[in-house]
C-alpha cells in the first residue's frame, strides 16, 4: 500500500503509524521456562508464541504449542523449523553451539535472569515485556504482582520463634530423601511463606541421611504434587525410619502443591505463598 | 565337502562386494540424512538453486551448511570410530564382548566430562576463556587418553602388554573412575546432574565444524590406521605365542590398536557423548554376515558404523521433532532387539 493510504487507514483507526508498525511486526516468538511463558501469557503475548520447552506447561493453552525439548538440549534445527524472530528463555539454554547457530540465523535470544525473590520476579517481568516490546504493559504487570507480593508476604510474615520448619522433598526413591538445602526455588518459596527450611546444612537438592532427616525434625514435609515414580503416599512416606520420628509424622502433616506453582516465581507466586501460607498454617 | 572348501573364499569375496554396498548405500544415507529434518529444507531444491545460480535463502544455508553438514560429518566419523574401535578390541582381547570401553577409554572420558560439567564454575579464568564451550569435549579426550595411557603402562613390562593385565586393571580403574566421578556428581546441582545424563546418553546435536575440524582429523588417521590391522588381528586369533611364530611383530599390533582405539574412540565420545551399542553390534552382525576375517571386517565396520550412526541420527533429530532424542537412546532401543533377533536365527548355525 502506498503511503497515503497507509496513513488514511492508520487515522481512520485512531492509531499513529508506529504503533501499526509496530503491531504489524508482531514477531514469532518461542518461550523456553515454565515461569517465561506464564509472564508471556500474563502480558497477553500468548498468540505471538510458536512452540514452547516441555517445562512450559501453564496455562493450559501453552499445552497446546509444539513442544521443542528440553531447554538444554534444543535442536537447532527444530527450533528454526518454526521461523522464530524471537527466543525468550530461562537462564541456562543451549547447549551453546546450539544457541551460536540460532544466533548466526538471526534469531534474537534474550535471556531471563533467574532468582527466588520479589525482586527477581519483578526483573524477569521487566526483561520478558522488554524483549516482547510491551513495556507498558510489563511495568503495569511488574507494579500488580509486586502489590500482590508484598500483601502476601505481609500475611504471611510471622515471628522467628512461630515459624514451621518445613521440609522440602523432591523424591524419596528407593527411601533416600533427596531434599532442598538452601538457595533453591523451594527455600525461597518456603521463607516467602513463612516458613523455615528445616534443611540448611547444604545447597541445592542432595539426598539427605536418615539420621540429618530426624535431627532436621520437620513440623511439614512439602513435595510436588505429581504421578509417576516420584509419588509417594503418605503412609510410604511416613513408612521411613528417617521421617518417622519427625514431628511431621506424628501429625501426618504433608503438603503437596504443583511444581510450577510452586516453584515458577512468575506472576502466580503472590497465590503460591498465599496457598503455601494457609496450608501450614491452617487455622 | 565342496560346499565346505568353498565357504571361505566366497564368504571373503562376499566380504569385499559389501564394500561397494555398504559405500553406495553410505552415499544414499548421506544425502538421505542431508534432506531430512525438522525444517522443509530439502537437499535436491537447494542443489537446483545452486546450478541454476540462484542464492539460497539465509535459512537454508544455515541449515544445510552449519547444522545438517556437520553433523553427517561428525556421525560418519563418530560411527566409524566407536565400530572399528569395538572390532579391534574384540580381534585383540580374542573375545567377542570386548569393546573399547576396556581400554579405558569410555571411564576416562567419562570423568574427564564430567569433571568439566561440574568443575567447570572454579576453572581459572584462563582456561575459561581459551576453552570456552569447547571444555567438555577437551576434558573428555584427555581423560580417555590419560585412562588409556596409564592403563598401557601399567600392563606393560619389558615391552610387552599383557593383555589379560589390562583387562583386569582396566576394571580397577574403570571402578575409581566411577568412585571419583560419584564424589563429582554428589557434589552437583540438578542442572549439572541432568547435564550429565544427557552426556551419557549421547547426542551430535551440538555438531558444528569447530568440533569436526577438531575431532575429525584424529579420528580419521586412526580409523585408517586401525583398518590396516587386518593381517594383524588374524594372526592373533591363533594365540599370542603362534602369531609370532608366523613372524608377526605382536606388540607392534598390540600397540598399534591400543593407541588407534584410545584416539579415535575417546575422540568420537568426547564429541558426541557416550553412544553405546554400536561398538558390539556392528562387528558382529558383520562376521554373522561375511565372516571374521578382519581385513574385510574392519573396513566393512567402519562403513556400516558410520551408516548405522548417521541412520540412527536421522531418527534422534525428526522422531519427536522439533525436540530430539539423545541419541544413545536410539542406537540402544533399535539395535538391541535387531541384534537378538539375529543371534536367535543364527543360533546353533553360528559358533562366536
Not at chain 1, 264 to 274: C, E
Not at chain 2, 82 to 100: E, I, K, S, W
Not at chain 2, 101 to 123: D, K, N, P, Q, R
Request: proline share 4%.
Amino acid at each position: 500500500m502506498d503511503r497515503r493510504s497507509f496513513l488514511t487507514i492508520s487515522l481512520a483507526l485512531g492509531v499513529t503509524p508506529a504503533q501499526l508498525w509496530s503491531a504489524s511486526s508482531a514477531k514469532d516468538v518461542i518461550a523456553i521456562g515454565g515461569d517465561v511463558t506464564e509472564i508471556v501469557y500474563a502480558l497477553g503475548q500468548g498468540h505471538r508464541l510458536v512452540a514452547r520447552d516441555a517445562t512450559s506447561t501453564f496455562p493450559p493453552a501453552a499445552q497446546e504449542l509444539p513442544d521443542v525439548g528440553y531447554m538444554r538440549r534444543l535442536s537447532a534445527e527444530g527450533v528454526l523449523s518454526f521461523a522464530p524472530e524471537l527466543i525468550v528463555s530461562a537462564e541456562g539454554a543451549g547447549p551453546p553451539e546450539v544457541i551460536d547457530i540460532l544466533r548466526a540465523a538471526s534469531v534474537e535470544f534474550a535471556e531471563v535472569p533467574e532468582g527466588y525473590d520479589t525482586d527477581a520476579i519483578v526483573r524477569k517481568i521487566e526483561t520478558v515485556g522488554a524483549a516482547l516490546d510491551v513495556r507498558d504493559r510489563a511495568e503495569a504487570l511488574a507494579a500488580e504482582t509486586r502489590s500482590e507480593l508484598d500483601t502476601a508476604l505481609g500475611r504471611a510474615a510471622r515471628s522467628e520463634d512461630k515459624k514451621m520448619r518445613v521440609m522440602f522433598i523432591l523424591s524419596t526413591q528407593g527411601g533416600r530423601i533427596l531434599a532442598s538445602g538452601t538457595g533453591t526455588g523451594a527455600n525461597g518459596i518456603i521463607e516467602m511463606a513463612g516458613g523455615v527450611n528445616a534443611v540448611s546444612s547444604f545447597e541445592g537438592y542432595k539426598p539427605l541421611s536418615d539420621e540429618a532427616a530426624s535431627a532436621a525434625a520437620p513440623d511439614v514435609i512439602l513435595m510436588m504434587d505429581r504421578s509417576g515414580d516420584h509419588a509417594s503416599t503418605d503412609a510410604e512416606l511416613f513408612g521411613l525410619p528417617a521421617l518417622s520420628v519427625t514431628p511431621a509424622a506424628a501429625t501426618r502433616n504433608v503438603v503437596r502443591m504443583d511444581g510450577l506453582f510452586l516453584l515458577g516465581f512468575g506472576p502466580r507466586t503472590a497465590k503460591a505463598v498465599t496457598a503455601l501460607n494457609r496450608a501450614l498454617y491452617p487455622t | 565337502m565342496a560346499l565346505a572348501d568353498h565357504m571361505p573364499t566366497s564368504r571373503v569375496a562376499r566380504a569385499r562386494q559389501m564394500h561397494v554396498g555398504l559405500g553406495v548405500a553410505l552415499v544414499v544415507v548421506g544425502m538421505f540424512s542431508l534432506t531430512v529434518g525438522a525444517t522443509d529444507v530439502a537437499l535436491g531444491p537447494a542443489l537446483l538453486k545452486l546450478v541454476q545460480g540462484e542464492a539460497l535463502t539465509r535459512i537454508e544455508a544455515i541449515v544445510l551448511w552449519d547444522i545438517r553438514a556437520p553433523r553427517l560429518v561428525l556421525g560418519l566419523l563418530v560411527g566409524a570410530a566407536l565400530a572399528v574401535g569395538g572390532a579391534v578390541m574384540q580381534g585383540l582381547f580374542r573375545n567377542p564382548l570386548a569393546d573399547p570401553g576396556l581400554v579405558g577409554v569410555s571411564a576416562g572420558a567419562g570423568l574427564g566430562a564430567i569433571t568439566a560439567i561440574v568443575l567447570a564454575g572454579f576453572a581459572p579464568l584462563w582456561l575459561a576463556t581459551t576453552m570456552g564451550d569447547q571444555l567438555v569435549p577437551v576434558a573428555a579426550f584427555l581423560g580417555g587418553w590419560t585412562s588409556t595411557m596409564v592403563l598401557y603402562q601399567v600392563s606393560t613390562r619389558r615391552g610387552r602388554t599383557s593383555v589379560a593385565t589390562m583387562l583386569l586393571a582396566g576394571i580397577a580403574l574403570g571402578a575409581l573412575a566411577g568412585a571419583l566421578s560419584g564424589i563429582l556428581v554428589y557434589i552437583s546441582d540438578d542442572r549439572q546432574l541432568r547435564d550429565l545424563t544427557f552426556w551419557g546418553l549421547g547426542s551430535l546435536g551440538g555438531a558444528s565444524w569447530t568440533k569436526t575440524i577438531a575431532a575429525g582429523p584424529i579420528i580419521l588417521v586412526a580409523v585408517i590406521a586401525a583398518c590396516a590391522l587386518g593381517r594383524g588381528l588374524n594372526g592373533l586369533a591363533l594365540g599370542e605365542a603362534t602369531a609370532a611364530h608366523i613372524g608377526l611383530n605382536v606388540q607392534r599390533v598390540k600397540n598399534v590398536a591400543i593407541l588407534t582405539v584410545a584416539a579415535a574412540t575417546g575422540a568420537a565420545v568426547a564429541v558426541s557423548g557416550g553412544i553405546g551399542f554400536i561398538g558390539i553390534v556392528v562387528p558382529h552382525l558383520l562376521r554373522l554376515g561375511t565372516g571374521p576375517d578382519h581385513r574385510p571386517l574392519l573396513i566393512n565396520a567402519a562403513l556400516l558404523g558410520a551408516l548405522l550412526l548417521v541412520l540412527a541420527d536421522v531418527i534422534a533429530r525428526v522422531i519427536i521433532a522439533p525436540a530430539e532424542l539423545p541419541i544413545g537412546i536410539v542406537t540402544a532401543v533399535l539395535g538391541a532387539p535387531v541384534f537378538l533377533w539375529i543371534l536367535l536365527r543364527q543360533r546353533g548355525m553360528v559358533d562366536l
